[in-house]
């Protein structure tokens, strides 16, 4: 599936599972467009083109730890998760975007010091390609314009930002997770 791919946004049952759209959306849809303007059901049409299976083994190589066998279904495609995803999980796997395509495993503490500045310590986290440069390359300008023309405009600050936006269906909870 590429930013240019024609998705089917027609709110449908997925099997027993039916997302809808906030307000008014097309029933034709662009993967990048569905992503800028947070459509529901073209995101859900992506994980079950994908296979959730497959859904569920990304997450998993991006470090999303909280994942429970009840979690392969199609709500996955929204973050629904029996445990859901902690903000620094989140924001790691999010880093790999402008990384080009690099996760790395986030840690607290780089380095320490003795008090005559000799390091006894440097971290030595790992890091692992985790989808190819080009597809990296291509979701960091997606999510570039998420903050540039779609729900996420609210984040905008004085330098190029990315990031997505997500709400439940009664907006009992809104994220936004960007860098």
């Known amino acids: 599936i590429s930013p240019d791919s024609v998705l089917n946004n027609k709110p449908r049952d997925f099997g027993n599972y039916i997302p809808k759209n906030m307000g008014w959306a097309p029933e034709k849809v662009n993967a990048r467009t569905a992503l800028v303007k947070s459509y529901n059901v073209a995101s859900v049409e992506v994980l079950n083109q994908l296979g959730v299976n497959e859904g569920y083994n990304y997450l998993q190589r991006w470090g999303i730890t909280s994942l429970q066998e009840e979690d392969k279904n199609l709500a996955l495609a929204l973050g629904g998760m029996t445990k859901g995803i902690s903000p620094l999980q989140m924001a790691a796997a999010f880093a790999a975007f402008p990384e080009q395509g690099r996760y790395r495993e986030y840690y607290s503490i780089d380095r320490i010091e003795d008090t005559n500045g000799r390091v006894i310590y440097t971290n030595r986290s790992n890091s692992w390609q985790v989808i190819s440069r080009h597809a990296a390359e291509q979701v960091d300008d997606i999510l570039k314009d998420v903050v540039r023309i779609g729900t996420g405009t609210p984040a905008t600050i ?20 960007g860098y």
């Open 158 to 177: 004085a330098i190029s930002s990315g990031g997505k936006t997500g709400t439940t269906t009664d907006s009992r909870d809104l994220w936004y997770v």
